[in-house]
T-cell receptor, first 116, second 114 residues
Framework: KAGVTQTPRYLIKTRGQQVTLSCSPI?????VSWYQQTPGQGLQFLFE???????NKGNFPGRFSGRQFSNSRSEMNVSTLELGDSALYLC???????????????FGPGTRLTVL | GENVEQHPSTLSVQEGDSAVIKCTYS??????FPWYKQELGKRPQLIID?????GEKKDQRIAVTLNKTAKHFSLHITETQPEDSAVYFC?????????????FGAGTRLAVHP
């Protein structure tokens, strides 16, 4: 099976702009989680989508949002970009089993966002 | 809130030696503990994971142990090789924070010298 893919791989934006990142999960996987990776804060959970519904949310401001489509592909959007939003944004997909356990997550290559 | 502490932050070993990385979690309801390896410029790759109903799991040169009472888990790499050099992240997840929400440690940079 093809792995998790993310587009674009690199983005350069200026403060105040908005950006949309895309994630295509492994075929058959219905859960997509998003993480922000920075040298200072490490890997931080943004949100998780399952069956087009946000199921979990991390501690990020409302400028960070996401959605999931019926084919399980997911997008995340960051509005009013700030310098501190520069990071590697990673998505991970998993095949959901019971709703009472955490599924193994497989990461995509990430989108490197630079805010100038 | 949930927290995962990881030690050491850097680890340098000679090829063939063993390496041990330790993590402590705060949420006693955590029940899933994966380890990821991230090479420079690459995506995190799952190397091994363990659930709370198991105390130890092994896969060739890699093993993970879990002590639920003390709320800590460890990664053991034996017979290290230069290609083991990378940043290793532990993570925890469970009922309190929400399933599929991984809380990561800060990472350990492992350098294996030939």
């Amino acid at each position: 099976k093809a792995g998790v893919t993310q587009t674009p791989r690199y983005l350069i934006k200026t403060r105040g702009q908005q950006v949309t990142l895309s994630c295509s999960p492994i075929s058959g996987h219905r859960s997509v989680s998003w993480y922000q990776q920075t040298p200072g804060q490490g890997l931080q959970f943004l949100f998780e989508y399952f069956s087009e519904t946000q199921r979990n949310k991390g501690n990020f401001p409302g400028r960070f949002s996401g959605r999931q489509f019926s084919n399980s592909r997911s997008e995340m959007n960051v509005s009013t970009l700030e310098l501190g939003d520069s990071a590697l944004y990673l998505c991970a997909s998993s095949f959901p089993g019971s709703e009472m356990i955490t599924d193994t997550q497989y990461f995509g290559p990430g989108t490197r966002l630079t805010v100038l | 809130g949930e927290n995962v502490e990881q030690h050491p932050s850097t680890l340098s070993v000679q090829e063939g030696d063993s390496a041990v990385i330790k993590c402590t979690y705060s949420d006693s309801a955590s029940n899933y503990f994966p380890w990821y390896k991230q090479e420079l410029g690459k995506r995190p790759q799952l190397i091994i994971d363990i659930r709370s109903n198991v105390g130890e799991k092994k896969d060739q040169r890699i093993a993970v142990t879990l002590n639920k009472t003390a709320k800590h888990f460890s990664l053991h790499i034996t017979e290290t090789q230069p290609e083991d050099s990378a940043v290793y992240f532990c993570a925890a997840s469970g009922r309190t924070g929400g399933y599929n929400k991984l809380i990561f440690g800060a990472g350990t940079r492992l350098a294996v010298h030939p």
